[in-house]
């Protein structure tokens, strides 16, 4: 899903560009994301420190108007969910349009998808499930601020909030009793500052640190009815990203 999606992203984006107000921005990167994932009350969250991928590519308007796709993915260990470490994948992607308002204020707003995929690698004989899967997707707006102390150095800041939809998963039950499928609501919050750097016209470094927050309210067994425990996903994400204007 996230190569295709950004394969027709990228080709719109492009044929836009042919305007000579308009600029094409990819942009590749790594991150470093602290996962934690806590079910309900009084229980120890899951932890996994996950390294990722980042590219992407961004249309920017002369006139301070933007569009930016960009997905991420990784996969390490993660503790605290099985009885021993085991397999954590994650996959972010995001599509966002901005306005610029002034006096280095951003106007923005999305649509954003996580995925958080935990498998029992290890054939452990504690677990309850071999895989389970956790997803929020939905819109999301907010407002970035931008201090440009000269041509070659900023700073920003931003935040969101995003009402979006949550659901998880839970595969291959090991006692044969079947899958469960669970949907409810989902919150997501996030903060980032980062730092930009451009030795000339075109090229940017960028360094920042980004905050996240998905909470999984009103969760429903789609079979039974049943209702589970509010969920939540943390991230901490540390990144560094190149790009280059055309």
């Given at each position: ?166 659901s998880y998963q839970l595969n291959e039950a090991r006692d044969g009793s079947g899958n469960i499928d669970v949907e409810g ?34 969760m429903q067994d789609l079979n039974t009815g049943a209702f589970y425990v509010d969920t939540e996903e943390t991230l901490t ?8 204007t055309f």
């Open positions: 899903m996230f190569k295709k999606t950004a394969i027709t992203t990228v080709l719109a984006l492009a044929s836009l560009s042919a305007n000579a107000d308009w600029y094409v921005q990819p942009k590749v990167g790594y991150e470093s994301r602290n996962y934690e994932i806590a079910f309900g009350e009084g229980f120890d969250p899951a932890t996994a420190t996950i390294p990722g991928l980042v590219v992407g590519i961004s249309l920017i308007n002369s006139s301070g108007w933007y569009a930016d796709f960009e997905v991420s993915t990784g996969d390490d260990e993660v503790s605290n969910f099985y009885l021993e470490d085991d397999y954590i994948e994650r996959d972010d992607f995001t599509l966002s349009t901005g306005w610029s308002l002034g006096n280095g204020l951003t106007l923005f707003t999305g649509f954003t998808g996580a995925d958080t995929t935990i498998e029992n690698q290890k054939n452990q004989s504690t677990a309850d499930y071999n895989e389970v899967k956790f997803r929020s997707e939905g819109f999301f707006g907010g407002l970035a601020k931008t201090f440009s102390f000269n041509k070659s150095h900023s700073l920003s800041v931003s935040a969101a909030i995003g009402v979006m939809e949550g609501d989902s919150t997501g919050y996030s903060a980032n500052v980062a730092y930009s750097y451009r030795p000339g016209n075109s090229l940017t470094f960028t360094v920042g640190v980004k905050g996240q927050a998905y909470t999984y309210t009103d994400n540390v990144f560094a990203k190149t790009s280059y």
